[in-house]
């Protein structure tokens, strides 16, 4: 079983530039999780989709971050414009329906804002 | 609203020796489910072990056990025989209704 993509790995971008990530969740999974790993800290979550609706995204700064899931399936998180704080790693992961279920996380993409 | 404090920022023991993570959490739902996520150093975090806070028995994994105090809303991992590859961030998780959120780590060393 193939694992949740995510690209780029690495990305440098300067202040007030946008960057856009995208994710490749695990087939089948209808939940799909965006959370911002920030050096030292524990993953935030920024939005949660079931299949392509929104189930939560009340820590998305929504001035500047947006996110969609395209027909159920990939998704793509983007910020414009980035500000030096938001450098981070961010971590795609999905599940299967339910509670119970496991959380596969892909590798992340590290993000530099300089 | 889910909250989840992991008051241990670093822990170390020695290798084969057992160790104790802790973590306490808050929710208002009354049907939730918590976990313990490990993060090596190659940042791909993977699922260590879970357990249904409607079951009173304690969850175990192989060298992996926690134990639940739902009254005092508490979730430790215990770790048995403690190996080099055990060496990694560990976040504490909680699920309700919805979203899954996490603690802040716990950095654990293994010496040899």
């Known amino acids: 079983e193939a694992g949740v993509a995510q690209s780029p790995r690495y990305k440098i971008i300067e202040k007030r530039q946008s960057v856009a990530f995208w994710c490749n969740p695990i087939?089948?999974?209808?939940?799909l999780y965006w959370y911002q790993q920030i050096l030292g800290q524990g993953p935030k979550l920024l939005i949660q989709?079931?299949?392509?609706?929104?189930?939560?995204d009340s820590q998305l700064p929504k001035d500047r971050f947006s996110a969609e899931r395209l027909k159920g399936v990939d998704s793509t998180l983007k910020i414009q414009p980035a500000k030096l704080e938001d450098s981070a790693v961010y971590l795609c992961?999905?599940?299967?329906?339910?509670?119970?279920?496991?959380?596969?996380f892909g590798q992340g993409t590290r993000l530099t804002v300089v | 609203a889910q909250t989840v404090t992991q008051s241990q920022p670093e822990m170390s023991v020695q290798e084969a020796e057992t160790v104790t993570l802790s973590c306490t959490y808050d929710t208002s739902e009354s049907d939730y489910y918590l976990f313990w996520y490990k993060q090596p150093p190659s940042r791909q975090m993977i699922l260590v072990i879970r357990q249904e806070a409607y079951k009173q028995q304690n969850a175990t994994e192989n060298r992996f056990s926690v134990n639940f105090q739902k009254a005092a809303k508490s979730f430790s991992l215990k770790i048995s025989d403690s190996q080099l590859g055990d060496a990694a961030m560990y976040f504490c998780?909680?699920?309700?209704?919805?979203?899954?959120?996490f603690g802040q780590g716990t950095r654990l060393t293994i010496n040899p």
């Open positions: 998780g909680v699920q309700g209704a919805q979203k899954l959120v």
């Open positions: 989709f079931q299949n392509n609706g929104v189930v939560d």
């Open positions: 992961a999905s599940g299967r329906t339910g509670k119970n279920t496991e959380a596969f």
């Open positions: 087939s089948g999974h209808a939940t």
